[in-house]
């Protein structure tokens, strides 16, 4: 029996956090005790004894565990998909795998050369041009430059950016960076591909399109992938392998499938008919609240007869304006289906005049009988159309369709609509046919 080729045991990372007088004026996150954070801190002390300043507050630091005690194993050849909610540990789990950042206890196996997709900017030099960047990533791998020439051309034709390839590339925009470094990533034949959420940068034609080769990555060539996305749906059809995590741990690893059902069920107990978000100063923009809300818009509500329309309302605060803002939302199922997705820019061609500084409230209405009777999760989003994700609140609400008029409560599908049947003669019928 062959062995796995990434094998994960008792995994753990802990981080230093801020917690002192000092937090709010420093972003609260994680902080690593590296030569760039000694060498920062060592120029402020100097410039506070010449200056004769004191030294402020001693900020307070806490340990936090991004990761506790994570093991599991993977097989050649599969398709892996990580599931979990903001913060349960899946960015972090990745930079280990990658050898970006180093665990603080357990061990990680890896058996084969690794490629990896991480954010934007990640594995590129800005200073070097599309070309150049190809041959870097393709040496860091360990490969000779006569098998990079070959897969040259392959790199160039699936990223669509023969126009730029001689551009450096911190003039690309986030989409063109993405669609190299995922050519790049995926050409450049490594035992394991890792793919973070980075996609959503694409269009959507570009999604699928990468999509369908890390399908042929596993299948044709027998490699590895692993694969964090919000898209339940593509998780589903893409990966046989689903781990689950939630604040750290591992919650369940299983069939992709059961997984998903898993996180999804676990979900109803996070979500509610309304969601508050803590102010995030550093982000240009960011949601404040979503709320799910009856027809009149002014009662909150998660339970709802097919008939009855279901109001969604949005507050969203801009601090610094982002050329090509839009927002957006999308309602899926318990399956991972998305059954509904919704675009400011739809209805609304001046969404940049419309968004200034200041806090904006939208409101949109889903009209009665267009879903089934199910339970659904939603989820929204803000982007520019230049430089990527702004804010992604995932399932940060819940909301659940009774159907009082069906027949059949069980009955398949995504849509709630009710068509009506006609009943002719059958002479009428024949008439049809032979016209």
Not at 32 to 42: C, K
Not at 175 to 194: C, D, K, Q, T, W
Not at 206 to 226: I, P, S, Y
Not at 314 to 328: C, H, M, N, Q, S
Request: hydrophobic share 35%; glycine share 10%; with cysteine.
């Amino acid at each position: 029996m062959s062995r796995p080729i990434i094998s994960i045991e008792n995994l753990s990372k802990r981080y230093s956090v801020v917690d002192g007088a000092d937090s709010g004026r420093r972003r609260a996150g994680y902080h690593e005790f590296t030569l760039r954070h000694a060498l920062a801190s060592t120029g402020v002390k100097a410039q506070r004894l010449l200056t004769g300043k004191r030294p402020e507050s001693r900020a307070r630091m806490t340990d936090f565990w991004a990761l506790r005690d994570v093991s599991f194993e993977v097989e050649k050849g599969q398709v892996v998909g990580l599931i979990g909610r903001n913060g349960a540990g899946k960015s972090t789990l990745l930079k280990i795998l990658s050898r970006i950042t180093e665990p603080t206890e357990g061990v990680v196996r890896l058996r084969g050369r690794v490629a990896s997709l991480l954010e934007v900017g990640t594995g590129m030099h800005p200073e070097l041009t599309g070309r150049e960047n190809i041959y870097l990533n393709g040496t860091l791998l360990g490969m000779r430059k006569a098998e990079i020439d070959r897969k040259f051309d392959e790199i160039v034709s699936f990223s669509e950016i023969e126009k730029f390839l001689d551009t450096p590339v911190k003039r690309y925009s986030s989409g063109m960076y993405v669609r190299l470094a995922f050519a790049v990533a995926a050409h450049l034949e490594p035992e394991i591909l890792i793919v973070d959420e980075v996609l959503a940068v694409g269009d959507y034609a570009f999604q699928k399109k990468c999509l369908g080769k890390m399908r042929d990555v596993a299948t044709g060539g027998g490699r590895t992938v692993l694969f964090v996305s919000h898209n339940i749906g593509a998780l589903s059809q893409l990966c046989e392998l689903g781990v689950y995590l939630d604040n750290g741990t591992v919650k369940d690893v299983g069939p992709v499938k059961d997984v998903v059902l898993s996180y999804m069920k676990a979900g109803l107990s996070h979500n509610a008919s309304r969601a508050s978000f803590e102010a995030e100063p550093q982000k240009p923009g960011q949601f404040l609240s979503a709320e799910i809300l009856r027809g009149d818009g002014e009662e909150h509500g998660s339970d709802f007869a097919c008939d009855e329309p279901i109001t969604i309302r949005l507050t969203y605060e801009v601090r610094r304006p982002v050329a090509g803002t839009y927002l957006t939302f999308y309602i899926q199922n318990m399956e991972g289906t998305r059954v509904l997705y919704s675009d400011i820019r739809d209805t609304s061609p001046d969404t940049e005049e419309r968004l200034g500084v200041g806090v904006h409230c939208f409101t949109v209405v889903i009209p009665p009988r267009l879903l089934a009777p199910t339970t659904y999760l939603l989820t929204v989003g803000s982007a520019s159309k230049y430089s990527g994700v702004i804010d992604h609140r995932h399932d940060c609400c819940e909301f659940s369709l009774q159907d009082l008029e069906s027949q059949n409560q069980t009955r398949p599908g995504v849509l709630g609509v009710l068509l009506p049947w006609q009943q002719g003669e059958v002479a009428d019928a024949r008439a049809v046919t032979a016209g």
